[in-house]
């Protein structure tokens, strides 16, 4: 070889020798990284787990509060429409949807506060007027994973169904504008404390938050059900009978729109109980299942008490049923396993038949809807046996100062909660009866409750909203 | 001119329609009605609370037909209508002074 050629071989194998020398040094280069890029990496990856897992509880809670608004509208609007005479089903219908505008603004501006603001023991107090304060973070004392503002707007679902169930004991004789007086001073003076002391910070019954007299009342047996079944019977005494009862036939005019309103009570309800986990986690899960069994072993309960009674099983009666189901397990739902779900369903079933069929009749009140024998009874039995089968095993609200668990309800070891529920039940019960004592005697004296004798009789769609339900009459 | 009247069970409408129409009847009107003679009624019961309806319904037809159709005509219906039973219903005869029909004014048996 020449040295020319020498040369230039010499020079390309060390270029190559170069060239590979670089490429490994790159490739241990990245391969070892440095402490910092992993520990930023799992941050990141936590956050998104997090973030995750927080779509899902809030996709779940936006459902459930879509599915509480739904059972005001069209489903209690429709269970009552159907119940009463075809001259005021526009009127009844109106009562429940009149609700979803008027308390919704009530709850915007300052209900909301007066129920949820960090208070006092019986009152929310004004942090959150209008809002203030709720926003996209949590708040971690009511719900760590969602959006405060979700909360809240699944809170105002149940805000507007409450006063709606009251409208069950004083259908077919009250006034519109008495009717609107009276529900906005009712959900500030008797929802508002109510569920302030039961889910409110600081609240005076409130068992995930240190209660003084913690009542386990998983998602509104006694914020909504006794509160308003009460105070349907003081309207129901305080208004009278309609004119007629009881011995004019008014029988449903429709038990077909009921039965579909029943139905969708049953499905927005899960809304209403599973919702209550504020999460879409396994308690969310066995609130489903209980309040499922619950209205199922209920509809069965008051059915098969009717075939016994009259040889009949009714439809009306198998709806009925299922309602004071739901009833009576709402505190219970997140509390209670599946087969006490199911006795509690079986005897809310047969106790508001009784009710509704037997003791009414007894006393004679016309609670034209039977909101207090499915709503007022039905509820102060579920809170009732709430405080007997609740177990830790479903939900442990329960613990000492060290962490663990203590026991619920009685069967599991804990008699002192029953004292603590009828508490509650008792809070509840003045609250409604004097709240509405006040309230209805105000709206009496200023613009007076009831329509007049005429207006009764001509039927509230025309002499209230000017209005034809159907119009089938009429030809084209 | 007569009127026939006639108050029969909701289930025996088609019947009758038909065997009118077999003999040539061409005109009826048809009304739903409630009522009761010594038929009675049942009892329903809501939430508990029981309520007898005593007033059943029924169908009401109402024929105008040229005097000598009549016969044949309630012979159709009782026919059609009867199943022995109480609560098969009634029919009623009565004269008519006038018939017009409004599309010509033509009078007499010639507007039925």
Redesign the interface.
């Known amino acids: 070889m020449s040295t020319r050629t020498r040369l230039i071989s010499s020079l390309v194998t060390a270029v190559l020798i170069l060239i590979l020398a670089q490429g490994l040094c790159a490739q241990t280069a990245t391969s070892a990284g440095s402490p910092n890029d992993t520990n930023s990496r799992l941050a990141k990856l936590e956050q998104q787990v997090a973030d995750a897992k927080g779509s899902a509880d809030n996709a779940w809670m936006l459902v459930s509060s879509a599915l509480v608004l739904m059972m005001t509208g069209p489903g209690l609007a429709l269970f009552y429409g159907g119940l009463v005479r075809k001259k005021n089903v526009l009127a009844t219908m109106m009562q429940s949807f009149a609700l979803m505008a008027v308390v919704t603004v009530l709850w915007a501006l300052f209900s909301y506060s007066f129920a949820f603001g960090p208070g006092n023991s019986f009152f929310g107090g004004f942090k959150n007027l209008f809002l203030s304060g709720v926003g996209s973070a949590p708040d971690a004392d009511y719900a760590a994973t969602i959006p405060a503002q979700t909360f809240m707007v699944y809170q105002l679902m149940f805000a507007i169904i409450t006063p709606g169930l009251i409208a069950g004991a004083f259908a077919e004789r009250m006034k519109f504008s008495a009717m609107l007086a009276f529900t906005v001073i009712w959900s500030i003076i008797v929802y508002d404390p109510m569920a302030h002391m039961v889910w409110g910070k600081g609240g005076l019954l409130n068992a995930s938050l240190g209660g003084r007299f913690p009542t386990l009342d998983f998602a509104g047996g006694t914020v909504v059900h006794v509160t308003s079944g009460v105070s349907a019977l003081v309207c129901a005494l305080y208004l009278g009978k309609r004119v007629g009862y009881p011995k004019e036939p008014m029988p449903p005019h429709s038990v077909v729109l009921s039965f579909i309103g029943a139905c969708l009570l049953w499905v927005g309800w899960f809304g209403f109980n599973a919702g209550s986990a504020l999460a879409a986690g396994s308690l969310a899960t066995s609130a489903f299942v209980a309040t499922h069994f619950g209205a199922a072993a209920a509809a069965v309960g008051w059915a098969g008490a009717e075939w016994i009674r009259n040889g009949k099983a009714s439809v009306l009666g198998g709806i009925s049923g299922a309602v004071a189901g739901l009833v009576a397990i709402t505190p219970a739902a997140g509390f209670v396993k599946p087969m006490p779900a199911l006795l509690i369903g079986l005897i809310a079933g047969v106790f508001c038949y009784w009710m509704v069929a037997i003791v009414k009749a007894k006393f004679g009140y016309d609670d034209s809807l039977d909101a207090f024998g499915v709503h007022g009874a039905g509820g102060t039995l579920g809170a009732i046996l709430t405080g007997i089968f609740a177990v830790s095993a479903v939900n442990p609200i329960f613990k000492d100062a060290q962490g663990n668990v203590l026991p619920s309800g009685l069967l599991e070891g804990n008699a002192h909660q029953l004292l603590n529920q009828i508490v509650g039940i008792a809070i509840a019960w003045v609250l409604a009866i004097v709240g509405t004592l006040i309230i209805l005697k105000l709206v009496d004296v200023t613009i007076g409750l009831r329509v007049s004798e005429e207006e009764e009789v001509q039927g509230l769609d025309l002499s209230q909203h000017g209005e034809e339900g159907y119009y089938w009459e009429t030809s084209a | 001119m007569t009127k026939i009247e006639a108050v029969i069970q909701n289930s025996k409408l088609e019947a009758v329609k038909s065997a009118l129409q077999e003999i040539g009847v061409e005109g009826m009107t048809v009304i739903e009605v409630r009522g009761h003679g010594r038929q009675k009624g049942h009892t329903?019961?809501?939430?508990?609370?029981e309520?007898?309806v005593d007033l059943i319904p029924k169908t009401k037809l109402e024929l105008v037909l040229a005097d000598t159709l009549v016969d044949k005509a309630v012979q159709a219906i009782l026919g059609a209508a009867r199943t022995g039973k109480i609560g098969d219903g009634k029919i009623f005869l009565s004269r008519i002074d006038e018939a017009i029909r409004i599309r010509n004014e033509e009078r007499g048996e010639g507007a039925l």
């Open positions: 329903e019961v809501y939430r508990g609370r309520y007898s």
